[in-house]
Every structure is written in C-alpha cells, then in structure tokens.
C-alpha cells in the first residue's frame, strides 16, 4: 500500500510508529533538507538495558559515530530532532509491519506499508544486557561500588561514574590475567600488595575487595600517598567498608619499608612512576602493575643532536616532542625491568575515552637480577638506546648501583 502524506502527518507516523510498543528498528539515511545536520544515517533501535525499555540511538557521521540510550519519557526530544532533520528515506521496523517513508525534492512524502508473514504485535525488544566476563559485574549490588559512589544500591551504575567503572575492571582484569603467571595463588600465606601514589584509592580498594572476596585470595594492602586529604578520604572509605588488612600512609614512594609481593603504580606522576619500580625491584616483587604519567623527566633534555637528528623533522614540534619522550622513557622502563629479571609488557589497559593515560607496563618477575643470567640481548638494546638519544634516564639513577653494575659488566 502507498499514498501521500503532508509533512504533520509523516511526524505523527514517525513518531507513532516508534513509541509504539510493536517497535523494533527505524533508520533514517539520505538527504536531509530539514535542519542542520551532521549525520548521514542514524539507526533506532528498541532495547532492554537493566529490565527497562529503552530507545537507542546511533549516530554515524563522515569523522564520528555516536550512541545514546532514552527511556520512554525522554525518547520525545531526540526524536523530534532526529525527524526535523528532514531524512529523505526513513525505513521502519516494528513486530506487524514494514513501512518506508521517501520524501522528494519537492517534499513530497510517500509511503509504502507491508505485513510481515508470521508478525506478533509486540516483540520483545533487544537485549542489550549482554553477559560480560568481568570481575565487578554490572547489576549486582556490591557494597564496594556502592560506598565509592560508582553504583546504586541494587548494582545500577551511575552515569558520571561510567569511565569508573570500566577502568576499574580492565584493570582487574590485567590484575587477573598475571596473578597464576606470578604464582600468587599458592604462597600460603597473605598476599602484600603495595600501591605507590594511591590517590583517591578506587583501584587500591577494588583490587584488595577483588582479591579478598571474590577471588579468595587473602591480602593485605598498603596505600601511600604524599597528599594527605586523599589519604584521608581513603581511610574514611576502608573505615566505611570495614575492611581488614587495608593500610593507608602519608609519605613518599621509595620511604616504605614494605616486601610487597605485588607493587602498583597508577597515574604516579613523572619520576615517582620510577621510584615505584625502584621500590618493586628492590622488594622483590612477583608482580608490577604500573600506568604512568606526566612524563617530564626526559622531556627537557632530548634533542634532535646526533644520531637522533634524522628526527629534528619530528622533534620541533612540541606535541610531538612529548609524545616521542612519553615513548622512550617507557620503553627505557620495560627494558630495565627485564634486565632485572622481569618478564614485561606494556598494553593498552582501558579505552582512550576513559583515561587518556592508558598504557599499562606489566611486569611479572621470572629470575634473580643477579643470577648471572641477564640476558645481554636487552643489556646491548639499553645501551644503543642511550646512545641513540645522548640521555641517562632516571630509572638508571633512581635503581642504582645493582642495576648500574650489570649493564657496566655486559658493556665490557
């Protein structure tokens, strides 16, 4: 069936049609010659998220793409907007029918409707609750979540506290992928974990409740900070939780007198990143975790000289002078770890839209420093390395003379 429609009744079909409980998907593509717009196609589908209904809207534009989700009583704003626009074609979806909406250059609207074979009149809508393997789900109440703020009571949650919430369980999950690797599991005994620059504490507190009570793994964890309002507000937190074996200190990285089997150092700031790898290596620790930030150490004294001129091109510009310094000072990092005697990688921890300080050195210690056995293929890539840029990174300093030692004795 086709026929004619003015302009208010192709927005009353539109609008029906999708606040329809048969409603499945709408897309709207082509020219628009309504209002200003930056879309060439939008999709709307009908979605359960968290038990409700739900309207979701993609967006795709020539450099972006773009997802929101609207309840019922908020779906009538953006879809006003979305039909303003002026779409030439709009193709729409519900459990009974297909209906296709063609506007002309003249503004002419046609439609066309057919039945669907074997239509019920009010399909359930999508799940967009697709089951997740991560460490705090989504849905379930978690006094943790709670009391941070992340979560309501019953497990929803909130919307500002979303790039929380994600990065809190990639890096859980980085926690989890290493701790058998680490042989964590069977120390028999408490697991120490020590957690350089804790901050605010949201990662300190979700590895020791990830550890202790989900994963079943006893630990004791110690939060150092230089900042004395975050300390506080982090004992205040662990108070609130009643906690056990949750420490938090004011004072500097590299003062603690802690064996931590496994160190952390997230978002440390420029050469503290350093003094906690430091502090790591001289613990002894099975396992590092690490996300730098505010690379400056390097940053003021590489230059496009020597062997390194070849780069003057890239090294003029100041962005991509930081970028290129934030690069070496972790690769110079990971290489000194493993000539420590650590496995290391540096990974992608959580998406950019989360933090834009993503990247993860991941280290799980394999070997004695000291053993003999450094591997001289790492020793000779450190040395090219500092020749290359005519620097001495601060984590040569900031380890020492062991360190300092073995890379003298492969040189020779």
């Known amino acids: 069936m086709e026929k004619n429609l003015d302009r208010d009744e192709m927005l009353e079909l539109i609008g029906g049609s ?3 409980e048969a409603f499945r998907r709408a897309t709207f593509a082509g020219a628009t010659r309504g ?33 929101k989700n609207f309840l019922d009583d908020e779906v009538e704003a953006p879809l006003d907007e979305l039909v303003g626009y002026g779409f030439a074609g709009v193709h729409i979806t519900t459990g009974a029918e297909e209906i296709d909406i063609r506007t002309s250059r003249k503004g002419q609207v046609h439609v066309g409707r057919h039945k669907l074979k074997g239509a019920t009149e009010a399909p359930e809508p999508e799940s967009h609750n697709r089951v997740k393997d991560v460490p705090l789900p989504e849905g379930k109440a978690d006094a943790l979540l709670e009391i941070m703020g992340i979560a309501t009571p019953d497990g929803r949650v909130r919307p500002t506290m979303r790039a929380k919430f994600n990065q809190i369980n990639e890096f859980l999950k980085q926690l989890r992928h290493v701790l058998d690797d680490a042989k964590l599991n069977d120390l028999g005994r408490d697991v120490t974990i020590l957690d350089c620059g804790c901050g605010s504490s949201y990662l300190t507190l979700a590895a020791h409740h990830y550890l202790n009570d989900v994963l079943k793994v006893p630990s004791r964890v110690v939060g150092v900070d230089v900042n004395e309002d975050v300390i506080r507000k982090s004992v205040e937190r662990a108070d609130r939780l009643g906690a056990g074996n949750l420490v938090f200190e004011c004072r500097r990285i590299g003062t603690v007198d802690v064996a931590a089997d496994i160190v952390f150092a997230l978002h440390a700031c420029d050469t503290a990143t350093d003094d906690a790898i430091a502090q790591a290596v001289r613990s002894e620790a099975r396992l590092l975790l690490s996300v730098p930030c505010c690379h400056h150490d390097l940053n003021k004294v590489i230059r496009a000289d020597g062997p390194a001129e070849v780069l003057r091109p890239v090294l003029r510009h100041g962005i991509l002078l930081q970028r290129t310094a934030d690069l070496i000072t972790d690769a110079f990092r990971a290489l000194a770890l493993r000539i420590m005697g650590y496995r290391t990688d540096v990974v992608e921890f959580v998406a950019t839209e989360h933090t834009p300080r993503n990247l993860m050195i991941r280290a799980v210690r394999t070997r004695e420093a000291a053993s003999g056995v450094t591997d001289s293929a790492h020793v000779a890539e450190y040395i090219e390395l500092k020749r290359f840029w005519r620097v001495t990174p601060y984590i040569e300093k900031v380890l020492g003379e062991p360190f300092q030692q073995l890379v003298k004795a492969t040189a020779l």
């Open 18 to 20: 999708v606040r329809g």
């Open 35 to 67: 209002a200003p717009c930056e879309w060439v196609r939008v999709v709307v589908r009908a979605i359960e998220l968290r038990g409700e209904r739900h309207f979701q809207f993609a967006y795709q534009g020539a450099k972006k793409a773009v997802t």
